[in-house]
């Protein structure tokens, strides 16, 4: 089955230092090493070094360590065996080892390996009864020995008994409880991820299982395997078709085929047939039928294995709709037979399995029955206990008479104190007023102090991104420095929180109504938030699919109402996602921030838009904040005519949608596009001066890595790269190449590299392709080297250099 293939390369790659360490001979550790060593790639090998250091064995004295050796020899020689499909002498291998085992080592990583490897063999003859048995003995020597990866290996074992009993949920059980006890082995939790998303595909949960296998998909290129890569980009082109994406299939299938070189016959004839389905689904029959037979030529239709289960459905739909009746019924009596043969193999593991759960149960009613000789023990405490509660009953019920007493009299006492109230009504009216005047008072301080706080900050701003900016600042100078800018950039935030309320309490705010690039303001706002999210591994996603391109309306408010929504959705967010999505809707645009948080409780959703207020005082002091952001965001929203509102459900996050009467303004047809300079450079600071210097030459936009930048090539548009030492200098200039490969056309590339530390095996220098420009050097120098007009044009954009 698909969902063994990875579960036995992992438990392959685990074997290495499972042996009972009982012997003394070098010659039988090296032989023993490397039959492991060679257990993946030639298994008959293994036999041979499984031979010699049996033979060694023998030259050992007769004691148990001897007999343990032997016993290694002969479970690695059935091991190996059994990956060659030869059931009887596996089967004759591990009958020899398994009682050497239990006898002397009955607590040792050998015997518990021993048993997992009896259960493989139970479970080839059907004795499913034996299987269960087998993985339990197993789980419970790994237990005692405190290995949770062997304890990991059995739970996915039985997992996998329970997928092919089709009894999803308790498979998915044992494989979250695999992933909880051992997560110590990128190989092992690729094999639990692969089986997990193949579960939650028969459980009909293809989303959520299309997310398990791109997580798998990233341990597998973490580990460099290709075959598992395209093993796992097979299933996610299995799972997008049926989710019916037809263009990712594609592009799936397309990353299948660049990384199946291996040339096995059956990995092709997966990948064609799953080819085939696409081209079918994207309406092309002609190329569907030539895959699809292609997929089964030569092969015998009444002998075929499970796992073309999908393969013969594919061919049966394709031969329908091509009018190929005959090949059509000859493909569906296929899936009968597989479909019949899986039904008989549900049925039988299932009864197995409800044997061994009536076993269990049995023992279940003699603890039970135990529980119950204990109960009545504590019968005779209870009613003793009741008694007492009794007594104490008849204490409370007096005391509220007493209190029912007293109440009496303060409600006489309330209605005499009711007309002083009246009185006092007045007084507290001409109260109100000074109060109005007093607050009026305190917001036009507010926001006097925050102008003179504002001033000689920025100042402080200033002088730190000047010293940031210094390359030539020691390591902790500058880790200092940027704590002080970090609490400086805060610090400012929250002043200008506070004169942005002063003006709006004044009625003195004012808005701006300029065209301005929606999608680029909303990714500035983002960027700050999306560094910070990946640090605390927190997913992070931004929508532009649906933005418009240039509306008229005031981009700094609407940059700083974003920039509030993500900032509150990452403080509340411990763990999960925060997407951002942009869409049109009927008299403007409509921006939402989703996240997986705490939540809002219903009764406060409205209460958190005042100012000075959130959703709990707890979480003040848990997660920081003043309480202005969202106010913030809600007044200026319904300044701009529109709205800020929420959706949330305690535990389960909270939804934001800013609603903005925004008008999209066409693309004037005359006016040139300024060209777009990458930069790659992961340090905010250095972003921003950038965006600054570059600004009279080019739009700018940033990539925070090497794969990020080769992404946003991908895109198209950029006419020149300049990339910073910090982002690539850890892997040499590797990256670079990356980024070199990702590119649609040739395109300039500026480099700033330190001048003590010349990059070494650049291969490109020598071409022209690269300019290296050395630091330290100033910014100014940096833009009119890289932008400086060629010498074979005069026109003036973005010629470098020759290096």
Not at 155 to 180: P, R, V
Not at 243 to 264: F, N, S
Request: hydrophobic share 45%; aromatic share 4%; charged share 25%.
């Amino acid at each position: 089955m698909r969902a063994l293939r990875i579960a036995i390369v992992a438990l392959a790659l685990l074997i290495a230092g499972a042996e009972a360490r009982a012997s003394q001979s070098p010659t039988f550790d090296t032989a023993i090493g490397a039959a492991k060593a060679e257990m993946l790639r030639d298994p008959a090998r293994t036999i041979d070094y499984a031979n010699q250091a049996r033979r060694a064995a023998s030259a050992m004295p007769a004691d148990p360590a001897r007999q343990l050796a032997l016993a290694t020899a002969d479970w690695l020689e059935g091991e190996a065996n059994i990956r060659l499909n030869q059931p009887d002498l596996a089967e004759a291998a591990i009958a020899r080892a398994l009682p050497v085992a239990r006898r002397l080592a009955p607590r040792s990583d050998l015997y518990g390996n021993l048993l997992l490897s009896r259960g493989g063999l139970e479970r080839d003859r059907g004795n499913i009864a034996g299987v269960l048995d087998a993985y339990q003995s197993a789980y419970r020597v790994f237990q005692r020995l405190n290995d949770s990866r062997g304890q990991a290996r059995a739970l996915l074992q039985i997992a996998d008994l329970y997928n092919d009993a089709k009894d999803f949920t308790s498979a998915l059980h044992y494989l979250e409880l695999a992933d909880a006890t051992y997560r110590g082995d990128d190989s092992f939790r690729l094999a639990i991820l692969n089986n997990r998303a193949l579960t939650l595909s028969g459980m009909g949960r293809t989303g959520d299982a299309l997310t398990q296998f791109r997580s798998a998909l990233r341990l597998a290129q973490r580990i460099g395997s290709a075959p598992l890569q395209a093993l796992i980009w097979r299933n996610i082109a299995r799972g997008e078709l049926r989710q019916g994406r037809v263009a990712a299939a594609e592009v799936a299938i397309d990353r299948a085929r660049r990384l199946d070189t291996d040339g096995d016959p059956a990995d092709h004839r997966a990948l064609l047939s799953i080819a085939a389905q696409a081209a079918f689904q994207r309406g092309q029959r002609v190329g569907a039928v030539q895959a699809i037979d292609r997929s089964f030529a030569g092969m015998d239709l009444t002998a075929t294995p499970v796992s073309l289960r999908d393969a013969h459905e594919s061919a049966y739909h394709i031969y329908v709709a091509s009018g190929r009746t005959a090949d059509a019924l000859r493909h569906l009596q296929a899936l009968k037979r597989i479909d019949d043969e899986s039904t008989r193999l549900a049925t039988s593991t299932n009864l197995a399995l409800m044997s061994a759960r009536f076993d269990f149960a049995n023992q279940e009613l003699r603890i039970a029955r135990m529980k119950a000789a204990d109960l009545q023990r504590n019968i005779a405490f209870e009613r003793r206990q009741l008694r007492t509660q009794q007594l104490i009953m008849i204490g409370s019920v007096a005391a509220i008479i007493i209190v029912l007493g007293l109440l009496g009299i303060w409600l006489l006492t309330l209605g005499r104190s009711r007309n002083r109230i009246r009185a006092a009504h007045g007084d507290l009216a001409i109260t109100n007023d000074r109060l109005e005047k007093a607050l009026a008072v305190k917001t036009e301080f507010l926001a006097t102090t925050s102008h003179e706080i504002r001033t000689p900050l920025n100042g402080i701003l200033g002088m730190t991104q000047v010293m940031l900016a210094d390359t030539s600042l020691p390591l902790a100078t500058r880790e200092r420095v940027e704590v002080m800018h970090g609490a400086g950039l805060t610090m400012r935030a929250l002043v200008d929180d506070l004169l942005d309320v002063a003006k709006i309490e004044h009625g003195q705010l004012t808005l701006e109504q300029t065209p301005f690039d929606l999608a680029a303001t909303i990714r500035e706002a983002s960027r700050l938030w999306e560094d910070q999210a990946a640090a605390r591994g927190i997913g992070f996603a931004v929508d532009l699919g649906d933005c418009p391109a240039i509306v008229t309306g005031d981009p700094a408010r609407i940059r700083q109402i974003v920039f509030n929504l993500l900032s509150n959705a990452l403080k509340f967010t411990r763990e999960g996602r925060v997407t951002l999505a942009v869409r049109r809707q009927v008299g403007g645009i409509a921006i939402e921030v989703r996240d997986t948080g705490i939540g809002i409780p219903a009764e406060k959703l409205e209460e958190i838009f005042e100012a000075f207020r959130q959703a709990d005082a707890s979480t003040t002091r848990q997660f920081g904040g003043t309480g202005l952001g969202l106010a913030i965001c809600r007044r200026l929203a319904r300044a701009m005519g529109g709205d800020v509102t929420v959706d949330s459900e305690m535990g389960r996050g909270a939804r934001f949608t800013l609603t903005l009467p925004l008008v999209e303004e066409a693309a004037a047809a005359d006016a040139p596009e300024r060209p777009l300079l990458l930069v790659v450079d992961r340090n905010p600071i250095r972003r921003a001066m950038w965006t600054k210097l570059a600004s009279p030459y080019a739009r700018v936009v940033f990539a925070g890595s090497p794969d990020e930048a080769a992404a946003r090539l991908g895109e198209g548009d950029v006419a020149q790269l300049l990339i910073d030492d910090s982002a690539v200098r850890d892997e040499g200039t590797a990256p670079i190449a990356r980024i070199r490969a990702a590119m649609p056309r040739p395109l300039p590339v500026a480099l700033l590299w330190p001048k003590d530390e010349p990059p070494a095996g650049n291969d490109f220098i020598g071409a022209e392709l690269i300019n290296v420009i050395t630091k330290p050097v100033a910014g100014g120098e940096v833009m009119r080297m890289i932008f400086a007009p060629s010498p074979q044009s005069d026109q003036r954009p973005l010629v470098t250099q020759a290096a």
